[in-house]
């Protein structure tokens, strides 16, 4: 079946200017996950939104950034005013269920936002 | 000091190899291990998974966690040129579904 996936795959933008980056999950994954992954670091984490319970927004670096998930299906991530620090990968992971650990995420393809 | 440290690499090994790949960690509340393969310009994969300490074993793939230490290593077997990737070793404390990942090890196996 489908696997989780990510658009645009590449995005240029100058900075200041504010981006959208689209996740959709895989179908029935209850769990969605975003992550940023910098060059040569490993995934931090950004939000978490489990069914229709509040997000946990933790993991968010600045009001710059912000997350919604519509209908418990797609998720949207937007960067307001961006800045060169924000240059990364973005990456959106599903799970079937987070009652426990073993919630393995399925990863998507991963969105490289470059602002210049 | 990370969390969980991780030697970024790379490491280039002869086709055919035993390779080691390691990850400390300092919270003793992390209970659940896991690594994760991700090829260049792709989303990382789920390859092994563990929980408390011991070993695991899948194909070539031999996990072993070793909590005393706060030490968990990745063995691969009879490496192959397709297993160059980054493998980022990930875990979880109990009751948190937010796993903490390490920086990724680069693996390059050269015919």
């Known amino acids: 079946g489908a696997g989780v996936s990510q658009s645009p795959s590449n995005k240029v933008t100058e900075k200041g200017k504010d981006v959208e980056l689209r996740c959709d999950p895989i179908?029935?994954?209850?769990?969605l996950y975003w992550y940023r992954q910098s060059l040569g670091q490993g995934l931090e984490f950004l939000i978490y939104?489990?069914?229709?319970?509040?997000?946990?927004k933790s993991g968010l670096p600045s009001d710059r950034f912000s997350a919604e998930r519509t209908g418990g299906s797609v998720s949207t991530l937007t960067i307001q005013r961006t800045q060169q620090e924000d240059s990364a990968v973005y990456l959106c992971?599903?799970?079937?269920?987070?009652?426990?650990?073993?919630?393995?995420?399925?990863f998507g393809p991963g969105t490289r936002l470059t602002v210049l | 000091q990370k969390e969980v440290e991780q030697d970024p690499g790379p490491l280039s090994v002869p086709e055919g190899a035993i390779v080691s790949l390691n990850c400390t960690y300092s919270?003793?509340?992390?209970?659940?291990f896991m690594w994760y393969r991700q090829y260049s310009r792709k989303g990382p994969e789920l390859l092994m998974y563990?929980?408390?300490?011991g070993n695991k074993e899948d194909g070539r793939f031999t996990a072993q966690v070793d909590k005393s230490s706060k030490y968990i290593s990745l063995f691969i077997r009879d490496s192959q040129p397709s297993d160059s990737a980054t493998y980022l070793c990930?875990?979880?404390?109990?009751?948190?579904?937010?796993?903490?990942f390490g920086r990724g090890t680069s693996l390059i196996v050269h015919p």
């Open positions: 990930a875990m979880n404390k109990g009751g948190s579904y937010i796993p903490t």
């Open positions: 563990t929980y408390s300490s």
């Open positions: 179908s029935g994954h209850t769990a």
């Open positions: 919270n003793s509340a992390f209970q659940y």
């Open positions: 992971a599903s799970s079937l269920v987070a009652g426990g650990p073993r919630n393995e995420q399925f």
């Open positions: 939104f489990q069914g229709n319970s509040a997000p946990d």
